[in-house]
């Protein structure tokens, strides 16, 4: 017998969002969705159901009491104040390469190059203060800008 489909309701952060997703699918399943559809990685979120923390990405949504039609507020968690800094950073270098993304048919190899260049030596002195969060974010975000620099130089 298939599972009945949750239609879940996030609120907070400046966010409305409504999305459906199993019972059997875990908090950090639902952090996930979340982080899909926002720039808030899900190592920054803490959800809200009912008055209660849904803090333990392992737990099921059945397991946390949450029902079809559950409201959740979204907040961010401790981990975002140590990191906003360095996120905040990461997160705009990200909107660089997404806004130099879609102008690749247009813009010559060597311009995109140095671009890539000047955004991964500004990745590079990102100070991660230790967390590994940020460290994995800064490190996908250098593999990107490096993949989209290789793309067009072997498109010319």
């Keep these: 017998m298939e599972e009945e489909s949750l239609t879940l309701r996030v609120v907070g952060l400046g966010h409305k969002l409504t999305f459906k997703l199993r019972p059997s699918a875990t908090?950090?399943?639902?952090?996930a969705e979340i982080e899909a559809h926002t720039s808030l990685p899900r190592e920054y979120t803490r959800l809200i159901a009912r008055g209660k923390k849904l803090d333990e990405d392992g737990v099921t949504l059945a397991e946390a009491g949450i029902v079809?039609?559950?409201?959740l507020m979204l907040l961010k968690n401790k981990l975002?104040?140590?990191?906003?800094?360095?996120?905040?950073?990461?997160?705009?270098?990200?909107?660089?390469?997404?806004d130099?993304?879609?102008k690749m048919d247009t813009t010559p190899a060597a311009l995109i190059h140095e671009t890539v260049t000047q955004i991964c030596c500004k990745?590079?002195?990102?100070?991660?203060?230790?967390s590994s969060t940020l460290r994995s974010m800064r490190k996908r975000a250098i593999e990107r800008a490096e993949a989209l620099d290789k793309?067009?130089?072997s498109a010319s």
């Design 27 to 31: 908090i950090g399943d639902t952090k």
């Design 68 to 71: 079809d039609r559950t409201s």
């Design 80 to 98: 975002y104040a140590t990191d906003q800094e360095g996120l905040t950073k990461i997160l705009e270098l990200t909107k660089e390469l997404d």
């Design 100 to 102: 130099l993304t879609e």
């Design 123 to 130: 990745l590079d002195g990102i100070d991660t203060h230790g």
């Design 151 to 153: 793309s067009k130089g």
